[in-house]
């Protein structure tokens, strides 16, 4: 069976996630274990998705280091002082690990209610260190990351050691929640559209593959073969990488090369093209078109049906949006399409 799930599947297209959040800011959310793990089931109960994606922000990490990070409702995370220069990289502080307790309380919550759920796969995930500078230098959310990326290039030290710091930092916290049992990594690179080939190459890419270096190693029983029939051991997996960003047809392949597995694709390149791109021997994520879920549900069904198609040129396919869930989508559209998908491969 074709596997679904949505980005933003949990938030505000979700009236029983409105009611829950009424009066708390969406940081005190993340770090509120029991409500955490309450949103990320409820998309998974609603809509029988194949996987669930831990409720949390990628710029949780930045906070529990100690980062004036807040995010602002309908704009998104806006820092207190942005960081800009040599000495403001030098005093961002090192996330200590004790700090994580509430992520890992969260995800361990989860878990458990998974398991009664049929044991639903749990996605941990993390930014990605250029996705966060854009953050950190910008001090909020910008349209061309144009400060950040002028760091890099007026000042490479500073951007290098920006990046290092963000890369232990969001490692950490996706290690976390792996070790708290994620089955799944997924690293989002949302705005790495916005660098060229070669700039994402030299001064982006290692710092990717340094957030990776640190759930590379994690691997998890394998559930279809809790034991092997020969030696009766179980045998183990490592924990699959899915690596994501919004227009980055022209990085799929430097995306992959970090130490992703799977990689996610929005929705501005068809599947199949994507997959070739990639040599068609990477499993793929994506990508419906979220601007299609408020259409009729004929022009969605034939648009989810291209995707499945266009989707089987890749070893393998994860179906999914090319971008999150916006706010005002209709649910019952979602759980349409979970249907679909199922009734399509079954
Ligand atoms: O269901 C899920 O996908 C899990 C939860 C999740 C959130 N943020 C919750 C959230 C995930 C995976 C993220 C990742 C995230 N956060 C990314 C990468 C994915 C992407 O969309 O590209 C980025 C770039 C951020 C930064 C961020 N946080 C933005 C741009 C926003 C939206 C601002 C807005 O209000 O439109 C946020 C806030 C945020 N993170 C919300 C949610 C549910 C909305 C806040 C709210 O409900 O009050």
Redesign the pocket.
């Known amino acids: 069976m074709l596997p679904v799930w949505f980005?933003?599947?949990?938030?505000?297209s979700l009236p029983e996630y409105r009611e829950l959040?009424v009066g708390t800011r969406?940081l005190d959310a993340c770090l509120d274990p029991a409500l955490a793990s309450e949103i990320t089931l409820q998309p998974v109960r609603r809509h029988r998705v194949d996987a669930a994606?831990?409720?949390?922000?990628?710029?949780v990490p930045l906070r529990l280091a100690g980062v004036d990070v807040d995010?602002v409702?309908?704009?998104?995370?806006v820092l207190a002082s942005p960081v800009r220069t040599d000495s403001d990289v030098a005093a961002l502080p090192v996330l200590a690990p004790d700090a994580l307790a509430p992520v890992v309380e969260g995800v361990r919550r989860t878990v458990a209610g998974l398991a009664e759920l049929g044991h639903v796969p749990l996605i941990g995930?993390a930014?990605a260190p250029f996705?966060l500078a854009a953050y950190l230098v910008e001090g909020g959310?910008s349209k061309d990351h144009i400060r950040a990326r002028t760091l890099m290039h007026a000042d490479p030290d500073a951007w290098s050691a920006l990046m290092a710091w963000a890369a232990d930092a969001t490692g950490t916290f996706l290690r976390a929640q792996v070790l708290a049992g994620a089955s799944a990594a997924q690293l989002?690179d949302?705005w790495a559209g916005a660098l060229s080939l070669e700039d994402y190459t030299r001064h982006v890419a290692p710092a990717s593959a340094r957030a990776l270096s640190h759930v590379r190693d994690l691997s998890y029983p394998d559930p279809d073969r809790r034991t092997d029939p020969v030696s009766v051991t179980p045998v183990e997996r490592n924990v699959p990488i899915v690596h994501f960003g919004?227009g980055t047809g022209e990085l799929l392949r430097a995306m992959h090369d970090v130490g992703a597995d799977v990689i996610g694709v929005d929705y501005r390149i068809p599947l199949d093209e994507a997959s070739r791109r990639l040599g068609n021997i990477v499993p793929v994520q994506g990508n419906i078109d979220p601007s299609y879920l408020d259409a009729p549900w004929p022009v969605v069904e034939a648009h989810v049906r291209e995707v499945v198609e266009r989707g089987r040129s890749a070893p393998s396919h994860v179906v999914n949006l090319g971008?999150?869930v916006p706010p005002q989508t209709d649910p019952g559209v979602l759980t349409r399409i979970v249907e679909l998908v199922h009734g399509i491969s079954a």
């Open positions: 980005m933003r599947q949990a938030g505000r959040r969406m994606i831990f409720f949390s922000d990628i710029v995010i409702p309908g704009k998104g995370p995930f930014g996705t959310p989002f949302s919004v971008h999150g």
